[in-house]
């Protein structure tokens, strides 16, 4: 996973830890909190421990003990780990003991304290990171120790420890933590986390378009403790908005079923009595899916306008911190059905202007009533712009300027920044569309809802002069209905009017990491792109699917080689995967050897072939024509491949996209004779998708 933050850390900002203070009638407590405990800590490190218990001078004697040997010969930030989480806990106990008095309203504060693990793979990350800490928000009357059961689902933030104080790098290995908190919690609008590199502390706030960092603050000294003893308590009473919370999503938690706790444990054992051995990957897969089953499910509550609806989970997650973040959250308005999605909710960060579900309402105005087409644009439902409550029960529209105004303008960015780069919080309801085809179980789903959401694209380009600008197989859903796969494509919002040049060309490049980009997209970030850049963009989310499996369980399976040059795509800096992207694409060689040929046998394997040599080797040839009859080629029964061939508009036009599987469009086209044979054709592929289901 590329971070993708180069050239977008301001770093020396002191208006960071001052922007999670909470409210005005709060500022005079937690200041008057911030020195108790900062005086309390120091009389423990000179020895006057007062009336203070065993358990605090204990939790102060490990933290002072630890100072000394930061810088050491031998000194390993493992060693730090507990000393920084006893500063945590120590300040959790003030804080539970001022707002636990009865004249005080202690319902919206918190506790902030650490859970028990450290330094491990959490659950709900797709990769192998390991944060060193995981902090964890509790109600205020929770016991004051470690948490347990450590997963991103329940994560606050991250902290990051280095040995000494090399900043280099170590924000960027801290968003590689953050983005998985995005991608694993509804009501997660930016994330924040803390550094603490040799004895310097650092917040960390990442916005949207800039990653904001704090100047250091040294606690082995008296004033840099109190700087971080304030950040802790202003987090501890500081309102959700300004934590990065999301307060139109409330979260409901709810008890695991007793029956889904077993199925899991059952499934964990039978996988370690499996023999031969299980593979490594599949047995950690099980063992993540057996502590899932342990911990409380979360229910989202979203509403929007008038409608409320529940989730549980996001089927698309954002790729990278930077850019629209995009999620699509798959919600139904009956909580008990949420396993069952009944719409999908589009929650993300416009540029002022740029409103997809504006572009949605255009585009089925454009197409009218044209069967084919039409019934593949998404249902659009509602559509919203984002509020967020703040101090006094007051609302405001969660945009750049209410969430990082006071940033910016402290770095001299000032409003013109705001205008032409701030972001507006959005979020619109769509009738479910369908799956992604990462949940697809064959690989002929998978490349049939490929062809149609290319149809889509090049319809929209050929007959006005529409280019999608964000082709990736998230964007790419399905549906069976009557036994025939429904392709769909979604991320209309990137779409760009090659006539009038109207494009959002910074938004689009940072849709996706360089790994998914196209070579001319990685190098020229702000440039205008064309239908071929995204084709490009597809192929290295089809190579990827073809090598790594298209669904979990594959996934699950998949063991990487001592030698897998794909991986060398997510690796170094956005020239370097540029550059080795050219050398695998630039000879057949080099792209069959190398990428080619550690794609598993299918269809999948087929379509990636055929786009390269469309692509690369006839580039004067552009269209897809090439990877139509590859999709052909695919469907071996004969009558529907001589029906769909002996159409003339296959033939005689360049682009036959469109018509390629909507057997509504061939019959509107064509003659009742065609139409018979396509209404057999469509039989004779249900019944080979049924086939190919059945083998899967």
Same mark, same amino acid.
């Given at each position: 996973?590329?971070?993708?933050?180069?050239?977008?850390?301001?770093?020396?900002?002191?208006?960071?830890?001052?922007?999670?203070?909470?409210?005005?009638?709060?500022?005079?407590?937690?200041?008057?909190?911030?020195?108790?405990?900062?005086?309390?800590?120091?009389?423990?490190?000179?020895?006057?421990?007062?009336?203070?218990?065993?358990?605090?001078?204990?939790?102060?004697?490990?933290?002072?003990?630890?100072?000394?040997?930061?810088?050491?010969?031998?000194?390993?930030?493992?060693?730090?780990?507990?000393?920084?989480?006893?500063?945590?806990?120590?300040?959790?106990?003030?804080?539970?003991?001022?707002?636990?008095?009865?004249?005080?309203?202690?319902?919206?504060?918190?506790?902030?304290?650490?859970?028990?693990?450290?330094?491990?793979?959490?659950?709900?990350?797709?990769?192998?990171?390991?944060?060193?800490?995981?902090?964890?928000?509790?109600?205020?009357?929770?016991?004051?120790?470690?948490?347990?059961?450590?997963?991103?689902?329940?994560?606050?933030?991250?902290?990051?420890?280095?040995?000494?104080?090399?900043?280099?790098?170590?924000?960027?290995?801290?968003?590689?933590?953050?983005?998985?908190?995005?991608?694993?919690?509804?009501?997660?609008?930016?994330?924040?986390?803390?550094?603490?590199?040799?004895?310097?502390?650092?917040?960390?706030?990442?916005?949207?378009?800039?990653?904001?960092?704090?100047?250091?603050?040294?606690?082995?000294?008296?004033?840099?403790?109190?700087?971080?003893?304030?950040?802790?308590?202003?987090?501890?009473?500081?309102?959700?908005?300004?934590?990065?919370?999301?307060?139109?999503?409330? #979260?409901?938690?709810? =008890?695991?079923? $007793? &029956? +889904? !706790?077993? @199925? %899991?444990?059952? /499934?964990? *054992?039978?996988?370690? #009595?499996?023999?031969? =051995?299980?593979? $490594? &990957? +599949? !047995?950690? @897969? %099980?063992?993540? /899916?057996? *502590?899932?089953?342990?911990?409380?499910?979360?229910?989202?509550?979203?509403? +929007?306008?008038?409608?409320?609806?529940?989730?549980? *989970?996001?089927?698309?997650?954002?790729?990278?911190?930077?850019?629209?973040?995009?999620?699509?959250?798959?919600?139904?308005?009956?909580?008990?059905?949420?396993?069952?999605?009944?719409?999908?909710?589009?929650?993300?960060?416009?540029?002022?202007?740029?409103?997809?579900?504006?572009?949605?309402?255009?585009?089925?105005?454009?197409?009218?009533?044209?069967?084919?087409?039409?019934?593949?644009?998404?249902?659009?439902?509602?559509?919203?712009?984002?509020?967020?409550?703040?101090?006094?029960?007051?609302?405001?529209?969660?945009?750049?300027?209410?969430?990082?105004?006071?940033?910016?303008?402290?770095?001299?960015?000032?409003?013109?920044?705001?205008?032409?780069?701030?972001?507006?919080?959005?979020?619109?309801?769509?009738?479910?569309?369908?799956?992604?085809?990462?949940?697809?179980?064959?690989?002929?789903?998978?490349?049939?809802?490929?062809?149609?959401?290319?149809?889509?694209?090049?319809?929209?380009?050929?007959?006005?002069?529409?280019?999608?600008?964000?082709?990736?197989?998230?964007?790419?859903?399905?549906?069976?209905?009557?036994?025939?796969?429904?392709?769909?494509?979604?991320?209309?919002?990137?779409?760009?009017?090659?006539?009038?040049?109207?494009?959002?060309?910074?938004?689009?490049?940072?849709?996706?990491?360089?790994?998914?980009?196209?070579?001319?997209?990685?190098?020229?970030?702000?440039?205008?792109?064309?239908?071929?850049?995204?084709?490009?963009?597809?192929?290295?989310?089809?190579?990827?699917?073809?090598?790594?499996?298209?669904?979990?369980?594959?996934?699950?399976?998949?063991?990487?080689?001592?030698?897998?040059?794909?991986?060398?795509?997510?690796?170094?800096?956005?020239?370097?995967?540029?550059?080795?992207?050219?050398?695998?694409?630039?000879?057949?060689?080099?792209?069959?050897?190398?990428?080619?040929?550690?794609?598993?046998?299918?269809?999948?394997?087929?379509?990636?072939?055929?786009?390269?040599?469309?692509?690369?080797?006839?580039?004067?040839?552009?269209?897809?024509?090439?990877?139509?009859?590859?999709?052909?080629?695919?469907?071996?029964?004969?009558?529907?491949?001589?029906?769909?061939?002996?159409?003339?508009?296959?033939?005689?036009?360049?682009?036959?996209?469109?018509?390629?599987?909507?057997?509504?469009?061939?019959?509107?086209?064509?003659?009742?004779?065609?139409?018979?044979?396509?209404?057999?054709?469509?039989?004779?592929?249900?019944?080979?998708?049924?086939?190919?289901?059945?083998?899967?």
């Amino acid at each position: 996973m590329v971070s993708n933050l180069d050239g977008l850390i301001t770093d020396n900002c002191p208006a960071v830890w001052a922007h999670s203070r909470p409210p005005s009638n709060m500022l005079g407590i937690a200041e008057d909190l911030t020195n108790e405990v900062q005086q309390a800590l120091e009389d423990d490190r000179q020895g006057r421990h007062g009336d203070r218990n065993e358990e605090l001078q204990g939790l102060a004697q490990e933290f002072f003990r630890w100072l000394p040997r930061v810088g050491t010969q031998g000194y390993n930030e493992k060693t730090a780990y507990g000393p920084i989480q006893a500063v945590f806990i120590y300040v959790a106990h003030f804080v539970q003991h001022r707002f636990q008095r009865p004249r005080v309203e202690a319902k919206s504060y918190c506790l902030i304290l650490p859970f028990d693990q450290t330094n491990f793979v959490m659950h709900g990350a797709d990769d192998a990171t390991r944060p060193d800490i995981a902090i964890c928000s509790r109600p205020i009357d929770t016991v004051v120790e470690h948490q347990p059961n450590a997963c991103y689902q329940d994560t606050f933030l991250i902290v990051e420890v280095k040995r000494a104080d090399h900043f280099g790098g170590v924000v960027d290995q801290l968003g590689r933590y953050d983005l998985h908190l995005l991608r694993n919690q509804c009501d997660v609008r930016y994330p924040i986390g803390l550094t603490i590199c040799g004895t310097v502390a650092r917040a960390v706030i990442f916005a949207n378009d800039r990653v904001w960092v704090s100047n250091g603050a040294n606690i082995a000294d008296f004033d840099g403790r109190g700087v971080l003893i304030r950040q802790l308590v202003d987090w501890s009473l500081c309102l959700p908005s300004r934590l990065g919370l999301d307060t139109s999503v409330m #979260r409901r938690i709810m =008890p695991t079923p $007793p &029956a +889904v !706790r077993l @199925a %899991a444990q059952q /499934a964990a *054992r039978r996988i370690a #009595r499996q023999r031969p =051995p299980a593979t $490594p &990957a +599949v !047995r950690q @897969a %099980a063992h993540y /899916a057996e *502590r899932q089953a342990e911990l409380p499910t979360i229910v989202y509550r979203l509403k +929007v306008k008038d409608s409320v609806y529940y989730s549980t *989970r996001c089927q698309r997650i954002p790729d990278s911190l930077i850019g629209t973040r995009t999620r699509y959250i798959c919600a139904s308005k009956d909580i008990n059905s949420v396993d069952n999605p009944t719409h999908l909710i589009v929650d993300y960060w416009s540029l002022d202007g740029h409103n997809e579900a504006v572009a949605i309402r255009h585009l089925r105005h454009w197409f009218g009533e044209r069967i084919g087409l039409y019934p593949r644009i998404p249902t659009l439902v509602s559509s919203v712009q984002v509020n967020q409550l703040i101090s006094g029960g007051r609302h405001v529209r969660d945009d750049t300027e209410s969430a990082f105004g006071e940033l910016t303008r402290a770095e001299g960015l000032g409003d013109d920044w705001l205008a032409t780069q701030g972001r507006i919080h959005r979020r619109m309801v769509l009738e479910y569309p369908g799956q992604p085809i990462s949940e697809a179980a064959d690989q002929l789903s998978v490349v049939v809802a490929i062809g149609q959401a290319m149809a889509m694209a090049q319809a929209l380009n050929r007959d006005h002069g529409i280019v999608h600008g964000d082709i990736r197989t998230d964007n790419i859903v399905y549906r069976i209905e009557d036994g025939m796969v429904r392709g769909t494509l979604l991320g209309l919002g990137n779409c760009i009017d090659s006539r009038t040049g109207a494009q959002h060309a910074h938004q689009l490049a940072d849709a996706q990491p360089p790994s998914e980009q196209a070579i001319h997209v990685i190098e020229n970030p702000r440039g205008n792109y064309t239908s071929r850049d995204y084709l490009e963009s597809l192929l290295s989310h089809v190579c990827s699917l073809g090598t790594f499996g298209i669904n979990w369980e594959q996934r699950a399976e998949f063991v990487a080689g001592p030698r897998l040059p794909i991986l060398d795509w997510s690796k170094g800096t956005a020239a370097d995967i540029a550059d080795i992207k050219r050398v695998h694409l630039s000879e057949p060689t080099y792209f069959y050897d190398d990428i080619l040929a550690y794609m598993r046998d299918g269809p999948l394997r087929n379509l990636a072939s055929d786009m390269y040599r469309t692509l690369f080797r006839h580039p004067g040839t552009f269209g897809v024509k090439r990877i139509h009859n590859m999709l052909l080629a695919e469907m071996e029964d004969g009558d529907m491949a001589a029906a769909l061939r002996a159409l003339p508009e296959i033939n005689n036009r360049r682009d036959p996209l469109a018509l390629l599987y909507n057997a509504e469009t061939i019959a509107a086209a064509s003659t009742n004779t065609h139409h018979t044979i396509t209404q057999n054709s469509n039989e004779a592929f249900a019944a080979q998708h049924a086939g190919a289901g059945a083998g899967a």
